[in-house]
């Protein structure tokens, strides 16, 4: 059963917190922004699975949703201030590790590293012309402004335009403003069922990939709770009850399907703004291994004259 508990201040305190006089101490996490059932949403299930993984290290602690949704910018303003909500689910960034505690394992495989593209339906052709970097070079993609994801982009020699937020975006890739608006899956397939009636279409042949991860991250004083939340997350992938979630889930099973990376062609980029304690080099955490050259934000490789 869900439980839904209201914005209200509680006293201060790390870990999980006891609420209300409850007998079990608990961790509150934000609803996924217009879930029809939030409670059943691939990163809720896995908080309740992380939890239950940890109680025999740290005792029993309970996920708890928030009631209604927040943007994110105010998740991260209640993060930072400790108000309302312990925990929340984020793409790592250098930033982000300046202001909040990240839990170092990635949560979805690097799933949010595999990009693929909302595209013109009359574009079609010209993408699955698509070999390589040098070719995809010749597009502009749609990102939003002081996304990761733009950086990531020019940083890989891909020309981008930029503008405030996604509905805007559509609506310039509808009139020809750039040639495509690289999502991850995860984030895509949900958003299709808005864009009906549109002249747009998931591009079948292309995606790209580098090295990004999402990640939990806790207030920044909160170690307690970063930590077992690590040794819940571990041994999940330790005893294969995280694989077993993550290839079962409705959500992610819809996102590896649609991304469907036999049948296309995979562009590798190079990530320069991961973290130094990304685990790239543990092929565990991610669904496909990296390369070597890959593996930090040193993209020095990837600036040489595109191919």
Known sequence: MCLMIMLSFVNPAFACKIRNNEAIPSLIFPPKYKAKKPAEDYIFRLIQLILVQAADKYGPCEAKLL?????????????QKDQFIDAVSLTVSLDRDKRFLPVKIPIAKG?????????RNDDLPRFAAIKNRSDLAQMLAGQG?????????QENGLPVITTGNIPSL???????????????ALQLIPELKIYRGLPVVVEPSVALSYPSMTSLYVHHRNSELAERLEYGLEKAYENGS???LFYSHPSTVTALEKLDLS?????????????????????????????KELQTANCSAMQKPLM
């Open 263 to 291: 049948n296309r062609t995979v562009i590798q980029l190079c990530n320069p703004s991961l973290p130094s304690w990304a685990p790239t080099n543990k092929d565990k955490y991610w669904l496909q291994p990296w390369p």
């Open 242 to 244: 995280f694989d077993a």
């Open 170 to 184: 559509v609506d310039m890739l509808v009139h020809k403003r750039f040639d495509y608006f690289p999502r991850g």
């Open 67 to 79: 009631e209604g949704e927040l943007p994110l910018k105010r998740m991260e303003l209640y993060l």
């Open 145 to 153: 402004e002081n996304w990761t994801d733009a950086i990531i982009l």
């Open 111 to 119: 799933l949010i590293g595999f990009r693929i593209f909302l595209v």
